[in-house]
C-alpha cells in the first residue's frame, strides 16, 4: 500500500519550467509503477508520463515528449516530473498514482490529491 503526495505546481509562464514531486511511503513503494496524469477542467484525465519500478523504463504522452522527464529515487520514495519549454495547454491539475505500468488510469491502484499548474501565455 502506498500514500502519495504531490508538491511543486504554481504558476509560469509560457516556455519556463516547473518540477513536481511525488513523495510516497510504504516499505514496497520501490515495486510499483508510477505515472502522472492530469486532468484539465470539463476534460478527462488523461496520461502524461509513466515510470517502471527500477526506473530502467519511461513513455511520454506524444503531448509532452521531449518537453517532459520523469525519473524515480527509490531511496527517497520520490518520484519526479520535470516539465520544460511549457504551454497554456499543459494547464491542469497533475496527478501522481502508483501502480502498474501503463497509460490507463485504472490501472494505478493509489492517488495523490493533485497539484495544480497553470501556463500563462
Known amino acids: 500500500q502506498v500514500q502519495v503526495v504531490e508538491s511543486g505546481g504554481g504558476l509560469v509562464q509560457a516556455g519556463g519550467s516547473l518540477r513536481l514531486s511525488c513523495a510516497a511511503s510504504g516499505r514496497t513503494f520501490s515495486r510499483y509503477a508510477m505515472g502522472w496524469f492530469r486532468q484539465a477542467p470539463g476534460k478527462e484525465r488523461e496520461f502524461v508520463a509513466r515510470?517502471?519500478?527500477?526506473?530502467?523504463?519511461?513513455y511520454f504522452a506524444d503531448s509532452v515528449k521531449g518537453r517532459f522527464t520523469i525519473s524515480r529515487d527509490n531511496a527517497k520514495n520520490t518520484v519526479y516530473l520535470q516539465m520544460n519549454s511549457l504551454k497554456p495547454e499543459d494547464t491542469a491539475i497533475y496527478y501522481c498514482?502508483?501502480?502498474?505500468?501503463?497509460?490507463?488510469?485504472?490501472?494505478?491502484?493509489?492517488w495523490g490529491q493533485g497539484t495544480e499548474v497553470t501556463v500563462s501565455s
Open positions: 515510470i517502471s519500478y527500477s526506473g530502467g523504463s519511461t
Open positions: 498514482a502508483a501502480g502498474g505500468y501503463s497509460d490507463y488510469p485504472d490501472k494505478f491502484d493509489y
